[in-house]
């Protein structure tokens, strides 16, 4: 029902409860960021919004702003692939560090909690002396998978991105992602592909290339199934085995801490515009 929704239903909910509220709207994607956010947030002076898409966030906080005249409504978004276009947001839209919410949390020292947890330490460092920090091997093996899906868009391939079976590639000894297995897997989901395996295998070497910050192109979702792998049969202890993607991403954001998300370009920028505008926002610290 929420494909529905549209801009100007968000932004009619907000003028609505304008009388009765006079402090600070933030308008985001969904559920889990509201609940995420929530956390954080002012609780007497700050309500949240669910605006069930990125779309609907941006157009539902313009209209506010603009034809309402509503100065403190401010929305916060997944970039996804925006920054790899050049396409950059400005306040009163504010966009997470990362590609997405779960892509950022990743990158804080959440993930450091998270492996404390469910890693085995001595196999963890084993894994570590050979391949790097978790996190840069996590990374390695996403990127790709986010530049397969930045180059589908850009040049309208229409490739399937759902339901993919991670195992197909990424290795259970090094989480190394083999790109040709990956492209197979894509194209296999993917109904009457535009484009050859050989072709999108030069396109996709070429853009990993050209990649300097993989995490520009890592989707969180990705992120979380790899790490689970790495939990599930590299150095996970007995605590891990069998973990499911959807389990370990709610982990993650427990582990997420106020601390955290203070470390946070999306925190230092919205309290900036928080400060300016003398309006309320985050817990104070």
Not at 103 to 112: G, N
Not at 141 to 159: D, H, K, R, V
Not at 236 to 251: A, E
Request: proline residues 3%; negative net charge.
């Amino acid at each position: 029902m929420y494909d529905n929704v549209t801009a100007s239903d968000v932004a009619n909910e907000i003028s609505m409860m304008r009388s009765a509220f006079k402090g600070t709207y933030i308008v985001v994607e969904g559920v889990t960021d509201s609940r995420l956010y929530g956390k954080f947030t002012e609780k007497d002076d700050v309500k949240i919004i669910i605006a069930h898409s990125k779309d609907n966030v941006r157009r539902s906080v313009v209209e506010c702003r603009n034809n309402r005249r509503d100065m403190k409504t401010i929305g916060i978004i997944d970039p996804d692939l925006d920054r790899l276009r050049g396409k950059e947001h400005l306040p009163p839209i504010f966009a997470t560090d990362k590609r997405d919410l779960e892509s950022m949390i990743m990158c804080t020292r959440a993930l450091d909690d998270i492996l404390a947890e469910y890693a085995d330490p001595e196999q963890l460092e084993e894994f570590e002396k050979a391949q790097g920090p978790v996190r840069d091997a996590v990374a390695k093996a996403a990127a790709p998978l986010g530049m397969l899906m930045y180059i589908s868009q850009t040049e309208g391939l229409g490739l399937y991105f759902k339901d993919l079976e991670y195992r197909t590639f990424i290795s259970k000894r090094s989480l190394g992602n083999d790109y040709n297995r990956m492209i197979n897997e894509v194209l296999a989901l993917s109904r009457s592909p535009r484009i050859g395996r050989k072709e999108l295998y030069a396109k996709l070497c070429h853009a990993m290339e050209e990649l300097e910050d993989p995490w520009l192109a890592v989707r969180g979702h990705d992120a979380v199934a790899i790490l689970a792998i790495g939990l599930d049969e590299i150095f996970g202890s007995y605590n891990s085995r069998g973990i499911k993607d959807g389990q370990l991403g709610g982990s993650l954001r427990l582990a997420f801490s106020y601390d955290d998300f203070a470390d946070t370009e999306l925190y230092r920028d919205t309290s900036d515009w928080s400060r300016k505008t003398e309006n309320p926002l985050w817990l104070s610290r």
